[in-house]
Each structure stands twice: as structure tokens, then as C-alpha cells.
T-cell receptor, first 117, second 114 residues
Framework: AQTVTQSQPEMSVQEAETVTLSCTYD???????LFWYKQPPSRQMILVIR??????QNATENRFSVNFQKAAKSFSLKISDSQLGDAAMYFC??????????????FGSGTRLQVQP | NAGVTQTPKFRILKIGQSMTLQCAQD?????MYWYRQDPGMGLKLIYY???????DKGEVPNGYNVSRSTTEDFPLRLELAAPSQTSVYFC?????????????FGPGTRLTVL
């Protein structure tokens, strides 16, 4: 079974600065998908960014980018020019490519990001 | 489109009571999921469904039941509530095909069992 580990329960960043959230995962599969979800105080889960493991290029979405290190099984999220609205819980998640049945997500325990004005 | 809707938003139950958490989606998605989120933890899969009439267990199914009589609805039933079921419950749906298959989440139901 796959596991996802987020070793930083809380992080803090100054507004306009850059912060990196860490995620590692354990899998024996070679093809899979990785995701970062944002959960603001409203509880709504919002997809921030996704990465297909067969793509070497790191995904980017505006101020959000990832550093995907397949051999190290590491998938960190970088938030540039942090804004107050970025304050939230961030979850790293894994989905198996081979699991065409469930297609379910395996989540890490989350990192709470605070943004200081 | 309303997306994924869940009712109720909050509920307090007494030990041994039963209730049904409602979930509906209007995106014509094949796949639907129930996750629970315990304090300080990530989401864990309770049950999932790949289409009307087809459901299966996830990682933590004990104490729950589901049904999927229509594509749109996927209710979660708690028969004998226990304090261990205090959690936030999320319903999600996805098309279930394609490389960029994305799960869309409802707003969650916060359940407290006392």
C-alpha cells in the first residue's frame, strides 16, 4: 500500500515571501499521479496542482510550482509571492496509475500554512 | 452547476443513534467517494462507487454503509454511532476516466458523537 508523509505540521511565511512545503511518498509503482490540495478554513478541498509521474517536467500553476524528485520519492510545493489568502491546510495526495478500479486518493496528514502580514 | 453538495453541514449524535449523510453531484460523474478526516489527519477512504448499483469498501468501512441507486446520489449511513466516528466527512466525485481525472469535493459534514 502507498503511504504519503508530510513531516511539517505547521509552516509560517511572511507575505510576499516564498515557502516550500515537503511531501514524501512510498510506492513500488512506476506510474502514478501526485496532487497538492488546499483546505482553507471553509473546509472546501481545492486542487492546487497535479503532477504525472511519467512527466519529468515539474508542474506549475501561476505562483505554485512543484519540485518532483521521482528517485527520491519527493514532491514539494513551492508557493511564491505568498498572499494572505494562501493561509490554509495543504495536503499532498497520491493516486495509483494502475488502480483503474478505485481511482481513490491517499492523503498525507497535512501542513498548516500561516501567512504573516 | 452546484457541483458536489452535502447535507447536513453539522450534526451532533448520541451514542447508538443512526443517521444518513447525504451527498449529491450534478456533473454526471461515474465515480463517487466518501472520506473521513480526523483532527490533524489526512482524509481516509470509507467507501466508493464506480457507478449506480456498484459500491465497494475503502480503508475504513467499519460502522458505515452506502448505496448508489442513482448516478447523482451517494448517501452514507451510520447505523450505531460511536464516539470514534466523530469526524469531518467529505463526499467527492470524479468522471473516472482520462489522464486528467480530477476529484471534486463537497463542503464536508462535521459530525460529533457524544
Amino acid at each position: 500500500a502507498q503511504t504519503v508523509t508530510q513531516s511539517q505540521p505547521e509552516m509560517s511565511v511572511q507575505e510576499a515571501e516564498t515557502v516550500t512545503l515537503s511531501c514524501t511518498y512510498d510506492t513500488s509503482e512506476s506510474d502514478y499521479y501526485l496532487f497538492w490540495y488546499k483546505q482553507p478554513p471553509s473546509r472546501q478541498m481545492i486542487l492546487v496542482i497535479r503532477q504525472e509521474a511519467y512527466k519529468q517536467q515539474n508542474a506549475t500553476e501561476n505562483r505554485f510550482s512543484v519540485n518532483f524528485q521521482k528517485a527520491a520519492k519527493s514532491f514539494s510545493l513551492k508557493i511564491s509571492d505568498s498572499q494572505l489568502g494562501d493561509a490554509a491546510m495543504y495536503f499532498c495526495a497520491y493516486r495509483s496509475f494502475m488502480d483503474t478500479g478505485r481511482r481513490a486518493l491517499t492523503f498525507g496528514s497535512g501542513t498548516r500554512l500561516q501567512v504573516q502580514p | 452547476n452546484a457541483g458536489v453538495t452535502q447535507t447536513p453541514k453539522f450534526r451532533i449524535l448520541k451514542i447508538g443513534q443512526s443517521m444518513t449523510l447525504q451527498c449529491a453531484q450534478d456533473m454526471n460523474h461515474n465515480y463517487m467517494y466518501w472520506y473521513r478526516q480526523d483532527p490533524g489527519m489526512g482524509l481516509k477512504l470509507i467507501y466508493y462507487s464506480v457507478g449506480a448499483g456498484i459500491t465497494d469498501k475503502g480503508e475504513v468501512p467499519n460502522g458505515y454503509n452506502v448505496s448508489r441507486s442513482t448516478t447523482e446520489d451517494f448517501p452514507l449511513r451510520l447505523e450505531l454511532a460511536a464516539p470514534s466516528q466523530t469526524s469531518v466527512y467529505f463526499c467527492a466525485s470524479s468522471l473516472g476516466q482520462g489522464v486528467r481525472d480530477e476529484q471534486f469535493f463537497g463542503p464536508g459534514t462535521r459530525l460529533t458523537v457524544l
